[in-house]
């Protein structure tokens, strides 16, 4: 069983850049796939960025493709989100999550039905 942490988040004015990480203790983080996902006020949990156990497959959400990066680092046992080019309507509480399945699908890493571990989020806020 994986905990996640995040942490990097702020208030930034638009057209900065910050980085998000998800620190993971548990011994299945280097076969995990994981994913950021954010949460606005009174809109649902979206899903941002996923990366596979190795690092060698990611997949964005169309408004952040160009943006943001998503990486790993497993011998820390962290994943990263480095946002670029913020915008205001990237403000929200940022997730991190570990995928439940085994098998790289993009439709299913996209979905938040898929993971079962979430950290307790990291709030982003970009003013203009």
């Known amino acids: 069983q994986l905990h996640l942490v995040e942490s990097g988040g702020g208030l930034v004015q638009a057209g900065d850049s910050l980085r998000l990480s998800c620190a993971a203790s548990?011994?299945?983080?280097?076969?995990?796939?994981l994913g950021w996902f954010r949460q606005a006020p009174g809109k649902e949990r979206e899903f941002v960025a996923g990366i596979n156990w190795s690092g060698g497959a990611t997949y964005y959400a169309d408004s952040v493709k160009g943006r943001f990066t998503i990486s790993r680092d497993n011998a820390k046992n962290t994943v990263y989100l480095q946002m670029n080019s913020l915008k205001s309507e990237d403000t929200a509480v940022y997730y991190c999550?570990?995928?439940?399945?085994?098998?790289?699908?993009?439709?299913?890493?996209?979905?938040?039905?898929?993971?079962?571990?979430w950290g307790q989020g990291t709030q982003v806020t970009v003013y203009s």
């Open positions: 999550a570990a995928f439940k399945g085994t098998t790289w699908y993009v439709v299913r890493v996209r979905s938040r039905n898929e993971y079962d571990t």
């Open positions: 548990g011994r299945t983080f280097s076969v995990s796939t």
